[in-house]
T-cell receptor, first 114, second 111 residues
Framework: ETGVTQTPRHLVMGMTNKKSLKCEQH?????MYWYKQSAKKPLELMFV???????ENNSVPSRFSPECPNSSHLFLHLHTLQPEDSALYLC?????????????FGAGTRLSVL | GQQLNQSPQSMFIQEGEDVSMNCTSS?????WLWYKQDPGEGPVLLIA?????ELTSNGRLTAQFGITRKDSFLNISASIPSDVGIYFC???????????FGQGTTLQVKP
């Protein structure tokens, strides 16, 4: 148990659906992250929130929309996804958004887009 | 770009053997982290390194922060079947919390 909980663990959706991924951390951290993990590729950073403000957006398509209502919760809203968006989506948190901070990961949501 | 080259890509070894993997970069890193990812789970931190030359152990695992600050290695001694998984190196550059990840080393252990 890393203190970072992601739901759902598995999600299958059609290209016209709208769904949301949820992440909750119980570590008292101030920074939260979304990553995409595809087979045979390094983890790709998507978004970073620090103190509920978005501080990093790595050219992610607008069909992915993050939301951070408070420092403990992070959402990733999905709409009109493409099959190539199928991947493991990982949430992480760290004490704050500065160098040297360890990131703690959730177990991920395995997303399949049909 | 800010890439980490991790090798080997995969390893298939006999139980009891020692394992060594490494990460290299053309850029200097301020922190090196080693994570392990089991199937269907997220990465879990194994070892964190903060100073050039630092050598740190965690049970059968030993990792070192290269003296040039451009590389790091991870050794696993006397491997056991539960060591199976994907091992990632990651590092911090600059002042932000942005982590650069290696491509991962997939380890398989034959009992």
């Amino acid at each position: 148990e890393t203190g970072v909980t992601q739901t759902p663990r598995h999600l299958v959706m059609g290209m016209t659906n709208k769904k949301s991924l949820k992440c909750e951390q119980h570590l008292g951290h101030n920074a939260m992250y979304w990553y995409k993990q595809s087979a045979k590729k390094p983890l790709e950073l998507m978004f970073v929130y620090s103190l509920e403000e978005r501080v990093e957006n790595n050219s992610v398509p607008s069909r992915f929309s993050p939301e951070c209502p408070n420092s403990s919760h992070l959402f990733l809203h999905l709409h009109t996804l493409q099959p190539e968006d199928s991947a493991l989506y990982l949430c992480a948190s760290s004490q704050d958004w500065s160098g040297g901070n360890i990131q703690y990961f959730g177990a991920g949501t395995r997303l399949s887009v049909l | 770009g800010q890439q980490l080259n991790q090798s080997p890509q995969s390893m298939f070894i006999q139980e009891g053997e020692d394992v060594s993997m490494n990460c290299t970069s053309s850029s200097i890193f301020n922190t090196w982290l080693w994570y392990k990812q089991d199937p269907g789970e997220g990465p879990v931190l194994l070892i964190a390194l903060y100073k050039a030359g630092e050598l740190t152990s965690n049970g059968r695992l030993t990792a070192q922060f290269g003296i040039t600050r451009k590389d790091s290695f991870l050794n696993i001694s006397a491997s056991i079947p539960s060591d199976v998984g994907i091992y990632f190196c990651a590092g911090h550059r600059g002042n932000t919390g942005k982590l650069i990840f290696g491509q991962g080393t997939t380890l398989q252990v034959k009992p």
